[in-house]
C-alpha cells in the first residue's frame, strides 16, 4: 500500500507553543475546567471544530487580493455566483455571513408557527432557527444513525418511510420545506447516498414540497459517495456534486467547511418568488445582495475554495487523515462512533469511562483528560451540551449519546501531529479507570456549554 500524503507543501507556517503539564493544570483551573474558556493560544492542538479554521491556499489569498469592495455589482459577487450556479446549479445565489444567516432568512421566509421542518438531523443552529419562528424541527435519520456501533456505509440517510408517515400524519399543508443535512454532522459527521437524496427527492416531489440541503461539507459526502456507492467509483467529486443537488430545490450553506474559507456562506434556490422575499430580508440585516455581510475579498476565497474542496487528491487526503485517527484509536480499544466520519472522529465517553454515569459528564472529564495529558482540545457533545436543568427541581436531565467530538480543521495539521493526538488518547485510555467524572458549578439556562464552571468530583 502506497503512503497517501499531505498534497500540499507549507509556504507559511504558524508557530504552535508547547505547554508544560502543570501550566496546562493552571490553566484549566482558571477555565473553570471548561475548555471553551481557554486562550487559543495555550492550546497546541485545537479540534474543537473544523469550522472557520481552514488553511487557505496560495491561489485563495491572491483571489483576496483581486476583491473588489464595491458596494453594488462587485466583480468578486460574479465570480461568486458563477462558482456557486455551477457547482450546485442553483439559478439565485445569496451571499451570507455564515451558515445561520442562511438559515434564518430561509426559515423566515418559509415557515410560520405550527408548521414541521423534516431532516435527517438538524444542527443545533438550523433547528434553533426553525423553533425561532414557531415551527418544529424533526429528525428522521436511519435507525443505524443513532447507534455508535452500527455499520453501515451512510448512516445519514434518512428514513424515508418514516418521512412518508410523517407527511401523512401531519399534512403537506404543514411542511413548508424538507432538509438533508450533507454529511450529517450532529450524527457524527455520516454521509448520505445519491440514492436516499433521490428517494427523499422523489417523495417531496410528489407532494410538492420544497428539498433543500445543508451543504456545509457536501464535498465530504460527494467523495464518500464515490468511495462507498455502486456506480460512482469512476465519477468526478464535481459531478456527484452536480447530481446531488440537481435532487434539491435549493440550498443553504456555511463556507467555513467546505467552502476552506475562514468566514461565509450563503442561501441558494431556483425559486424566483422565495428569492425575492430572501432578497428583502437580506437587505434588512445582512447587506447589499452582492455582499450580503462579506468582505468582496471573502466572496473570492469561497469561490476559489469551494472548487479546491473538489480535488480528487485533496478529498483523499481529507478522508484518508480522519479515518486513520479513527482506525489508531479504534484499534487499541478506544471505543469510537464507527465508521469514522469526514470532518470529525467521535468518541463514546458513556463506554470509554463505564464507571463515571452520565451525570457525572464522562464526555467533560475526556475533554479535561485530553487538555490536560497533551494540550489537545475537543468538544463535549453529550450531558453538557444536551442536558438541562430543571430551574424548579434542580434535577438534571442527562443526554442520550456521551459523544467527545474530535473536529480536524482542513489542510493545518499533518500526519506527526495526528499521531500524537492517536498517542495522547492511547495514553489517557491507559490511566482510564484513575479518571474522575465532574459537577456543575455553574451554568447559564441556555447554550450553556459554552459558559458553564465545572469542579472535579472525588
Ligand atoms: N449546518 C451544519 C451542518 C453545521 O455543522 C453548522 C456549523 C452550521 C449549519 C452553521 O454554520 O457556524 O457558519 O453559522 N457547524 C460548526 C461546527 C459550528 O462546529 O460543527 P455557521
Known amino acids: 500500500m502506497q503512503t497517501i500524503i ?30 471553551f474558556q481557554l486562550h487559543s493560544e495555550d492550546v497546541l492542538i485545537d479540534l474543537l471544530t473544523d469550522s472557520g479554521t481552514s488553511a487557505m491556499s496560495s491561489e ?35 451571499p451570507t455571513h455564515q451558515g445561520r444567516a442562511a438559515e434564518r432568512i430561509l426559515f423566515s421566509v418559509m415557515c410560520k408557527a405550527e408548521d414541521v ?14 423553533e425561532f419562528t414557531g415551527a418544529r424541527a424533526v429528525d428522521l435519520v436511519i435507525p443505524e444513525g443513532r447507534q455508535p456501533q452500527a455499520v453501515h456505509p451512510f448512516k445519514g440517510n434518512m428514513d424515508v418511510g418514516a418521512l412518508a408517515r410523517l407527511i401523512a400524519e401531519v399534512g403537506r399543508e404543514r411542511i413548508p420545506l424538507c432538509m438533508l443535512t450533507v454529511t450529517n454532522n450532529s450524527g457524527g459527521g455520516q454521509p448520505v447516498s445519491m440514492a436516499n437524496i433521490r428517494e427523499v427527492s422523489a417523495l417531496c416531489r410528489a407532494h410538492g414540497i420544497p428539498l433543500y440541503i445543508d451543504a456545509c461539507r457536501f464535498a465530504e459526502n460527494a467523495y464518500f459517495i464515490k468511495l462507498r456507492e455502486p456506480g460512482y467509483a469512476a465519477r468526478a ?45 437580506l437587505i434588512l440585516t445582512e447587506g447589499f445582495p452582492t455582499y450580503g455581510g462579506l468582505a ?50 467521535y468518541i ?54 456521551e459523544l467527545v467530538r474530535l473536529a ?4 493545518v495539521y499533518t500526519q506527526s501531529h495526528i499521531d500524537y493526538v492517536v498517542e495522547a488518547i492511547l495514553n489517557v485510555h491507559a490511566r482510564r479507570a484513575a479518571v474522575r467524572g465532574y459537577r456543575f458549578v455553574e451554568q447559564a439556562p441556555y447554550l450553556r456549554h459554552f459558559t458553564a464552571r465545572f469542579a472535579p468530583l472525588e
Request: net charge negative; charged share 25%.
Open 6 to 35: 499531505e498534497p500540499f507543501r507549507i509556504k507559511s507556517v504558524e508557530p504552535i507553543r508547547m505547554t508544560t503539564r502543570d501550566e496546562r493544570e493552571q490553566r484549566l483551573r482558571q477555565a473553570a475546567y471548561n475548555v
Open 60 to 94: 485563495q489569498w491572491a483571489a483576496m487580493m483581486r476583491g473588489d469592495e464595491s458596494y453594488a455589482g462587485s466583480p468578486s459577487f460574479y465570480r461568486f455566483e458563477r462558482a456557486i450556479q455551477d457547482i450546485f446549479g442553483f439559478k439565485y445565489v445569496f
Open 117 to 130: 421542518v423534516p431532516s435527517n438531523t438538524h444542527f443545533d443552529t438550523t433547528r434553533a432557527n426553525v
Open 237 to 281: 467529486p464535481l459531478e456527484i456534486a452536480r447530481e446531488m443537488f440537481s435532487h434539491a430545490d435549493g440550498a443553504t450553506m456555511s463556507a467555513k467547511k467546505d467552502g476552506l474559507a475562514n468566514i461565509g456562506g450563503f442561501i441558494a434556490s431556483n425559486d424566483a418568488g422565495v428569492a425575492q422575499q430572501e432578497r428583502n430580508l
Open 296 to 345: 468582496g475579498r471573502d466572496l473570492e476565497a469561497i469561490a476559489v475554495g469551494l472548487h479546491e474542496a473538489l480535488a480528487e487528491d485533496y478529498l483523499l487526503y481529507r478522508i484518508t487523515s480522519t479515518t486513520y485517527l479513527g482506525r489508531h484509536i479504534a484499534e487499541q480499544g478506544v471505543p469510537i462512533v464507527q465508521p469514522p466520519g469526514g470532518h470529525a472522529v
Open 348 to 401: 463514546d465517553a458513556a463506554a470509554l469511562f463505564p464507571h463515571i454515569p452520565p451525570a457525572e459528564l464522562p464526555g467533560q472529564a475526556l475533554v479535561v483528560e485530553l487538555y490536560r495529558e497533551a494540550g489537545i482540545r475537543a468538544v463535549e457533545i453529550g450531558t453538557v451540551m444536551f442536558g438541562r436543568r430543571d430551574p424548579a427541581t434542580g434535577a438534571e436531565s442527562t443526554a442520550s449519546m
Open 408 to 411: 480536524i480543521p482542513r489542510r
